[in-house]
């Protein structure tokens, strides 16, 4: 009897504990010593609610995931809204604007060699802090096509992938280049040369081409095109980097940029493990997002190479079928105004004080441009046409 009565005065006990624990500052409620039971009851009760939550949650976090999976491409041949917002921003539309007229007022105050690409470039410190790749083209038109693509990507919408460039020209006797007047005269830089001012960006990382364009790339010369059925399996951050690829290509097209993944698809022929190693000019930037640099052989150089680098730069196009909507529809309007030539004149003068030194593209890289927009507007609606036909 004794015993039962100690193990009822536990019960109770461990009862009224678990009634405190579970609710908020007492209230008034049964005398002392009856088991607080609708206290037991809440808890209980808490702990469904919690767990039925917790499961619901779950299961809406499985259905985004599982839509954006089944839905990276839109109508066919366009990038999900979803995709493109999880694209790093770049360089912002401020930086890009406030560049030039920093990069001008600022004075050099040291060069030095290394960083920068091939040794005839310097790596710039400036006065008020920050840093520039100074370029130094072997002929002035490797400046222009810098120059040149950096504008081209504005129009096309693909400007925040390139950082902030400017053009200068190196006066040894002029304020800005004044204090680094030693250094000049062992660059054997020209007076009076034009240069490009690319605004360094730290912690940047090499870039390793995917598939269909990486260590697939069967033959060197004819990537397979990448099929929206694959796109649905693939992890979000893959199809985030994809994105960034189509538009590296169609902007390698139309500029007949050799110096990236074509020279890479090209050394394919002595090299077959070079598609493993890191893509020429593409680096990853702090924020994930990638970076195209050192765009000089594009435009001016390129388009007297075509007949070299034609043969790999037109499989990479075609291995494209999935578009930035955005870039599609300025392709489209500048296919159908046959204003490619115009609208990169007009930014280019607008945005460029110094661009009578290198002067415009020729009447014939005019219509090269033009004839590169038509054939991408053309592969564009291929792709949707064979998207309609599935």
């Known amino acids: ?17 678990l009634g405190l624990c579970a609710l908020p500052p007492p209230q008034p409620g049964p005398q002392r010593g009856e088991p607080r039971r609708g206290g037991q009851k809440t808890f209980r009760a808490l702990l469904a609610v919690g767990r039925e939550q917790q499961e619901q949650e779950r299961e809406e976090q499985q259905q985004q995931e599982a839509a954006g999976r089944a839905a990276p491409v839109r109508r066919g041949i366009f990038w999900s809204r979803e995709l493109e917002a999880r694209v790093p921003r770049g360089f912002a539309a401020e930086e890009a604007a406030a560049w030039p007229a920093a990069a001008r007022a600022a004075r050099v105050s040291s060069l030095e060699r290394g960083g920068c690409g ?35 990507a504005g129009v096309l919408g693909m400007q925040q992938r390139l950082p902030p460039m400017a053009l200068a020209l190196v006066e040894p006797r002029g304020r800005q280049w004044e204090p680094v007047r030693e250094e000049l005269r062992g660059s054997l830089w020209a007076e009076g040369a034009v240069v490009s001012l690319t605004r ?7 870039v390793v081409a995917p598939a ?20 649905g399996g693939l992890p979000a951050a893959q199809l985030v980097e994809l994105v960034q690829w189509s ?21 394919l022929q002595w090299d077959p493990r070079v598609m493993r190693r890191a893509t020429s000019n593409l680096l990853r930037g702090p924020d994930g ?3 195209f640099m050192d765009n000089e052989a594009g435009l001016v150089h ?29 392709v489209a309007e500048l296919h159908r105004r046959r204003s490619a030539a115009a609208e990169l004149r007009r930014r280019y003068r607008a945005r460029e004080p110094l661009w009578a030194h290198l002067g415009f593209l020729s009447e014939r890289q005019a219509e090269l441009l033009q004839a590169r927009v038509d054939f991408v507007h053309r592969h564009i609606a291929h792709c949707r046409a064979q998207a309609a036909a599935l």
């Open 212 to 231: 269909p364009w990486g260590s697939e790339a069967g033959g060197g010369r004819r990537p397979r095109a990448l099929s929206a059925a694959e796109l």
């Open 118 to 152: 091939r040794s005839s470039n310097r790596l710039a410190r400036l006065s008020d802090g920050s840093r520039a790749c100074v370029r130094y083209g072997v002929s002035p038109e490797q400046i222009q096509g810098e120059a040149l693509s950096y504008h081209l």
């Open 1 to 17: 009897m004794e015993r039962g009565g100690r193990a009822a005065l536990g019960l109770l006990a461990l009862g009224a504990l």
């Open 289 to 291: 997002g990638l970076v």
């Open 302 to 330: 390129g388009y007297r190479l075509l007949a070299v680098w034609d043969p790999y730069h037109e499989p990479l196009l075609r291995s494209v079928c999935v578009f930035r909507e955005g870039t599609a529809k300025r």
């Open 247 to 267: 538009d590296l290509i169609l902007f390698d097209y139309l500029t007949a940029n050799f110096d990236r993944l074509a020279s890479n698809l090209f050394s």
């Open 200 to 206: 360094w960006v730290d912690n940047l990382t090499a």
